[in-house]
């Protein structure tokens, strides 16, 4: 088990040191349940889908948000967007509030992970709902996208399976370190999301509170 240890720490000092931190005029700050969360947010692509992406380490973290429509096409324009269910956004009742009330410019989901035992073997995940909140989105001439935001999320908890812990082995480890030099050294997440990777939700379920959330992102 040391030497495992010992090639992990090893892996994680090597891929952080050849790591360049991407430098940017990015800004995003919120409080998770009252505890201050200031990062460098990035714009990237999540399987089909471009998400506003917030990433920290030590623990690791990760607050993802999408601008989009009903028809599942992203959205990048100034004005009001209702947050839905991250995993049931387009139900009869939150197309009839788009429709009905002609304010909303696009639906938004968010998602929050955060890692609560170290490397990478339980977390607590949170998911935006249907409570009838809002992101208010501006778009600059300068071409950032400026954002706020608060809510409440679906909270969750995550532990790895056995299984997956056992036959994974030391490649599993090696993985995860890997995993977060990458997103130390780089900004960017690297498979932070426990759903599908091997990892068993639990009975346990809270809220997780966003408030005083901003946004500064250059998109153009």
Known sequence: ??????????????????????A?????????????????????????????TANAVKPDKSLR????TFDRRDALESGTYLVVDADKPDTKENRQKYEDFGKYKGIAIIKYVEETREPRMEYHVGKSQNNDETISVKLGTDGFLEATFSGKLAGTYWKEKATAT???????????????AITKASGYDSDIDPEGNGYKKQDKKDEIILTDGKVRLKVN
């Open 166 to 180: 056992v036959f994974g082995g030391m490649g599993r480890l090696i993985n995860k370190m890997e995993d977060k």
């Open 24 to 52: 940017n005029d990015n800004t995003l700050s919120v409080k998770v349940d009252g505890k201050d969360y200031t990062t460098q947010p990035r714009r990237i692509r999540v399987g089909n889908y471009w998400w506003v």
């Open 65 to 68: 948000i999408w601008l989009g």
């Open 1 to 22: 088990m040391k030497t495992v240890y010992v090639l992990a720490c090893f892996l994680l000092t090597a891929v952080a040191a050849i790591g360049q931190k991407i």
